[in-house]
């Protein structure tokens, strides 16, 4: 009943006229999808009611919230929109484990549509939702934390619900707070800008370009010389195309070096800002390297683009030095070692014996969670005199493609503390082997703290550097995940009855239809 039984939330005949003036707030995500949104209400009756507009006069579109960590499609709570023949908006609750057709909520729908307009080659789709959820397995929270939410946006012009090709994107916005800029904070700092030079984006549907790399010349970046904050810049219009970057700083002079830390990854374009009072070290690189990961499922040919990086700079030191340290594998000490086929799982430990030779306690604020593209889910746990205290970062949906660094409220990692990071991977075969190359696989949490350490025991604290490999586990179930999101387990919610209720109440609105959705 499942995948048979849509559960809807209709509006019959609404196509009325749109005001912007209603709505407290807007972004615009990219040149085809704006956002429009009103937080109402208050306590558990407090809900988001929502306009966006399409550069769509038919079809489909759809609208998630992604996990906080990731950004992707897997492990979203999604809202797919459609309009009838009979001119009804249509709303169907949905939620994805995969890159494959959203699945039907079977418990409920929260989303209630309003009504639609349709102008000017666009269509504009107004429906509301509670931010707070009852259903965790299918439906993901709003919540105001102070971060950003993770969102992501897709449309076809398909009369079926099916695949949406460039017509996509993503967006980190903090919907409680829309007019404030991380940027303001470093607005009166220096910046220095990192462009490619009129990219041809090749028509491959995957692309890994490293051709955007700038060597630092001789007192290009003199010492005391402080990045305060990163963000990306994409080419306008170029915004379906570009998937992710990775920005490196280099150790040696020449961009083809593998001697280099990642400083910052995103896919979606929300900038990183370093608190106030501390700086990230520029002058310790020779030079910067940017990944950018494109995306061309279309074929498209004559795109040119000149996207990259802005860095944020002062030329004095801020009080703290910020600094990364390194758990899991932080030097691929398992490299050539084959991974098992199907689910498996590594844990790498940094030990109290480790951590006590740090000089003092880290104040951390930032983590960066890396897999390749086998990688299926990561975290990092903090033991304080042999007690879990705390997960202190995790992805359970990892997407190479959308690895990115995530703010944390600062923690702080004492002294004789100890850690343990773990890695899932899913792979077909046993050919893929730890190394350093994209088509390899990796396992290392890098953490961003200050003030920062001296010492290298201060840098890397995993296998073979002050730790161990404390696990390994191969052939797993799915269940070995743990997932706090995602079940097919049937006796989750009772879908008999409620999707019998919730058809009760919408076969006096509107005139359901069944409809099958096939990739």
């Known amino acids: 009943m499942q995948k048979t039984l849509a559960i809807f939330a209709c509006a019959l005949g609404l196509s009325a006229a749109f005001s912007a003036s209603s709505y407290e707030h807007s972004h615009r995500v990219s040149d085809d999808i704006k956002m429009y949104w009103n937080i109402v209400g208050s306590g558990s009756s407090q809900k988001i009611q929502l306009a966006l507009q399409y550069k769509t006069t038919k079809g489909w579109m759809g609208f998630g919230i992604s996990e906080s960590t990731s950004g992707s499609m897997p492990g979203s709570d999604i809202m797919v929109a459609y309009v009838t023949k009979d001119d009804e908006l249509v709303v ?4 994805s484990f995969a890159f494959d057709t959203p699945e039907l909520d079977p418990c409920e729908n929260n989303w209630e549509a309003d009504k ?14 509670k931010l707070a959820v009852e259903d965790t397995q299918h439906d993901r929270p709003i919540q105001k934390n102070g971060n950003p939410t993770k969102l992501i946006f897709a449309y076809g012009s398909s009369s079926t619900f099916g695949y949406h090709g460039t017509k996509h994107a993503t967006a980190s916005i903090n919907l409680f707070s829309p007019n404030t800029e991380p940027l303001d904070a470093v607005s009166d700092d220096s910046k220095f800008e990192l462009r490619q030079d009129n990219f041809p984006i090749p028509t491959d549907e995957t692309t890994y370009d490293h051709s955007l790399c700038h060597i630092f010349a001789d007192g290009e970046v003199p010492e ?5 904050g990163i963000s990306m810049y994409v080419t306008p219009g170029n915004e379906p195309y570009i998937h992710h970057i990775v920005v490196s700083g280099l150790f040696d002079d020449n961009c083809d070096t593998d001697q280099y830390n990642n400083i910052w990854a995103t896919a979606s374009n929300q900038p990183f800002v370093l608190p106030s009072d501390v700086g990230f070290d520029l002058a310790q690189f020779k030079g910067i390297m940017v990944e950018i990961h494109y995306n061309n499922p279309d074929g498209d040919d004559g795109v040119i683009d000149t996207s990259g990086i802005d860095i944020y700079y002062t030329s004095t030191a801020r009080t703290h030095k910020a600094a990364i340290v390194q758990f899991g594998d932080p030097s691929v000490a398992l490299r050539d070692e084959h991974l098992p086929a199907g689910l498996s799982s590594y844990t790498f430990s940094c030990p109290a014996s480790s951590t006590k030779k740090w000089s003092t306690d880290l104040k951390v604020f930032a983590s960066f969670l890396h897999m390749h593209k086998s990688g299926v889910k990561m975290f990092t746990q903090q033991f304080r005199g042999g007690e879990l205290i705390r997960t202190t970062n995790e992805v359970e949906y990892y997407d190479f493609a959308m690895q990115q ?4 409220e600062t923690l702080v990692f004492k002294r004789g503390d100890s850690f343990k990071t773990t890695c899932f991977y899913r792979n077909d075969d046993n050919t893929r082997v730890f190394g350093l190359g994209s088509e390899n696989e990796m396992c290392i949490d890098f953490v961003y703290y200050y003030p920062a350490q001296d010492m290298l025991e201060g840098s890397v604290c995993g296998y073979d550097l002050g730790g161990d490999l404390d696990d390994s586990q191969s052939d797993l179930e799915d269940s070995a995940l743990d997932l706090s999101f995602g079940t097919d ?11 019998a209720s919730q058809l009760t109440g919408l076969l006096s ?7 099958s959705f096939i990739f």
């Open 509 to 515: 609105l509107c005139v359901v239809a069944i409809i």
């Open 405 to 408: 660094t995530t703010e944390l």
């Open 489 to 499: 387990d049937s006796s989750y919610c009772d879908k008999t009855d409620d999707s």
């Open 116 to 129: 639609f307009t349709r102008a000017n080659g666009k269509t504009i789709i107004e429906f509301s939702r």
């Open 224 to 228: 005391g010389t402080t990045m305060t």
């Open 92 to 95: 169907e609750d949905r939620y």
